[in-house]
């Protein structure tokens, strides 16, 4: 398995959960809050989740074909660009270009949305390798950790690195699985779980428990937090 892509790249969501023209789904990477969404071709988005007018989040907003409508005062960008197409109070208006959504690179591979912050790096992309072919998807965990201690505590379960900075193979529950990471945010981590186990199957029912047990196990080692 080659799986060693640039570690600039996020997992962020499954691609399964973004339709053509039709939902906005709210993700996080690195701390930077994220739109994001699939064009009526099946392009998929990744912006920014900030409307550029007043920064009203565009996860609130509507996809219309192959744009964003803002939910505040219904100004348009285009899929691709973030570019401001147009302006409904003033419809005959030629909107100026520094008006633009702030845009980020995706790629899809492995059945994920894969985001990349930085402005410029590597090409090398994800590759569909990373999760074993003919595998399911078993659920996202949300872990109220830092990254580096849910690696650790895969560790201590036996998990290894792929060759990716992101995914790690192991069993969970003693299933075989794919934990694709995602640093959300300070405190916050993500766990994109894939594994061999079939949908409704004991064993998926087996890996969500193990799931649930390790994150329980991870956020005990929390310091408490302090009183308001
Ligand atoms: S805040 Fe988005 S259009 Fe005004």
């Not at 640039?6 to 994220?34: C, K, M, R, Y």
Request: hydrophobic residues 45%.
């Amino acid at each position: 398995m080659q799986t060693d892509f640039s570690p600039d790249w996020h997992p962020v969501a499954p691609s399964a959960g973004l339709h053509a023209g039709a939902n906005i789904v709210a993700g996080f990477a690195a701390g930077q809050e994220l739109a994001l969404w699939r064009a009526a071709d099946g392009r998929a988005q990744a912006w920014e989740n900030r409307c550029p007018h007043r920064s009203v989040r565009f996860t609130l907003g509507t996809v219309a074909g192959d744009q964003l409508a803002c939910a505040y005062h219904g100004w348009q960008y285009a899929a691709g660009s973030g570019q401001c197409t147009r302006i409904p109070a003033h419809p005959a208006m030629q909107v100026p270009q520094s008006v633009c959504a702030k845009v980020f690179d995706v790629s899809e591979a492995a059945g994920m949305l894969w985001v990349r912050l930085a402005a410029s790096g590597t090409a090398d992309v994800p590759r569909d390798d990373a999760v074993p072919s003919g595998w399911s998807f078993g659920r996202t965990l949300s872990v109220r950790a830092d990254l580096a201690q849910v690696r650790d505590a895969l560790a201590a379960r036996g998990f290894a690195t792929q060759g990716s900075h992101a995914a790690l193979r192991g069993r969970l529950g003693g299933v075989d699985t794919v934990a694709l990471l995602l640093d959300a945010r300070p405190q916050l981590a993500f766990l994109h779980l894939w594994t061999e186990a079939t949908p409704g199957s004991a064993a998926m029912a087996t890996l969500h428990r193990a799931a649930r047990e390790l994150r329980a196990a991870v956020e005990a080692l929390q310091p408490p937090q302090a009183a308001p």
